[in-house]
């Protein structure tokens, strides 16, 4: 089992700028790929961004990329989301999410919302 807990969301104008967290505990010595989902409330959950964890490899979907920076902290078991040039469209909960195998995300954190104001 692998727990994910997110921080970090908040209030920002839009143009500013937020740096989210997850950390993850449990079974990680398994992890293939973290990665972050975002969703709007009536929405599919979205992809954002993805890290392969074994050579640091980075994804992002195109509504982020320029914008959005993935990170990881092998020891410390934490991926990060540097959020940049905010928009209003990026506000949503943001959710941390844990590949084991290279196919499906198999775990889940509860998520943190972001709010960009206009």
């Known amino acids: 089992q692998v727990e994910l807990v997110e921080s970090g969301g908040g209030l920002v104008q839009a143009g500013g700028s937020l740096r989210l967290s997850c950390a993850a505990s449990g079974r990680t010595f398994s992890t293939f790929t973290m990665g972050w989902f975002r969703q709007i409330p009536g929405k599919e959950r979205e992809f954002v961004a993805a890290?392969?964890?074994?050579?640091?490899?980075?994804y992002y979907s195109d509504s982020v990329k320029g914008r959005f920076t993935i990170s990881r902290d092998i020891p410390k078991n934490t991926i990060y989301l540097q959020m940049n040039s905010l928009k209003p469209e990026d506000t949503a909960v943001y959710y941390c999410?844990?590949?084991?195998?290279?196919?499906?995300?198999?775990?889940w954190g509860k998520g943190t919302l972001v709010t960009v104001s206009s």
């Open positions: 999410a844990n590949d084991r195998s290279g196919g499906t995300w198999d775990y």
């Open positions: 890290v392969v964890w074994s050579n640091g490899n980075t």
